[in-house]
């Protein structure tokens, strides 16, 4: 879950670097505007990746290593 939420948190993060540059949103553009069904969808998954991220922040390094080991 944590890879997941890093790959959408880039893809939100790169999203809002083509806004603010060049005044392109790629989210959009690839799903037929910002008000469309799929297009929220996709920023609403961002979003919640967002705050899913938030909880990397706080937990300890050792446990989270160990989860990953256990994983692969």
Do not use: C, H, P
Not at 27 to 36: N, R
Not at 49 to 55: E, L, N, R, V
């Amino acid at each position: 879950m944590d890879r997941v939420a890093l790959i959408l948190v880039i893809v939100g993060a790169l999203n809002w670097l083509l806004v603010g540059l060049f005044q392109y949103d790629l989210v959009a553009a690839i799903f037929g505007g910002q008000d469309e069904l799929l297009s929220r969808l996709i920023y609403t998954l961002v979003g919640v990746a967002g705050i899913w991220s938030i909880s990397l922040l706080f937990r300890d390094r050792e446990r989270a290593a160990v989860n990953d080991k256990n994983r692969t």
